[in-house]
């Protein structure tokens, strides 16, 4: 897992330490020194904690003017002993939607697994997207994630499958990744 970096090619124009907004701002991070691990696998130290001891994250880009943050995360989802959605939303996502970001687009191919407790933070955090037109997609997580996910209908609340689960995000410009999760968020909207 040490080998596994963050996506790093949008550095170019968002860095979530040096943005004042970001709840990371002023973060620094050793490019040889690995000290964090997800039980006893080491991580790569570009992967920012957030109050979880088995999910961690890196903010790829943030865009205030139209509203929207890109997110990728590594590790085990652990609602059930480290209610890892509560520290996800109150530590990551609430300091963003104080800033204006409405729409979340979660990047899951490097989550393990993923073990639930309850829905509380995800209605919670659902509702007060709903009330400013927002949305929570995930994209690209592994079936068995996705199935668990399902299991306790959390899916009721953030927007998943179909084309998510397969876009080749990597070779996109932060701005046309946005518009084309939003365009599948949009036309899910409307089908309903």
């Not at 943005?19 to 490019?31: K, W």
């Not at 890109?70 to 002993?81: A, Q, R, Y």
């Not at 199935?147 to 306790?152: D, G, V, W």
Request: net charge negative.
């Amino acid at each position: 897992m040490h080998t596994i970096e963050p996506h790093f090619l949008w550095r170019n124009s968002y860095i979530s330490e040096e943005d004042v907004r970001s709840p990371f701002h002023d973060r620094d991070y050793s490019e040889f020194e690995y000290s964090t691990a997800i039980y006893n696998h080491l991580i790569h130290p570009q992967w920012d904690e957030f109050g979880s001891p088995s999910l961690f994250l890196k903010v790829l880009f943030a865009n205030y003017e139209y509203g929207y943050a890109i997110i990728e995360l590594i590790g085990e989802w652990n609602d059930c002993l480290h209610n890892d959605i509560m520290f996800l939303k109150r530590d990551v996502a609430d300091i963003f939607m104080e800033s204006g970001i409405s729409k979340f687009i979660l990047v899951g191919e490097n989550v393990l697994n993923f073990h639930y407790s309850d829905d509380c933070y995800y209605e919670e955090w659902f509702e007060e997207l709903s009330e400013v037109d927002g949305w929570i997609a995930l994209v690209n997580f592994t079936q068995h994630v996705m199935r668990e996910f399902e299991a306790i209908h959390i899916d009721q609340y953030i927007i998943t499958g179909g084309n998510l689960s397969q876009i080749n995000w990597r070779t996109l410009t932060p701005e046309v990744f946005f518009k084309s999760v939003e365009h599948m968020v949009e036309r899910r909207f409307l089908s309903m």
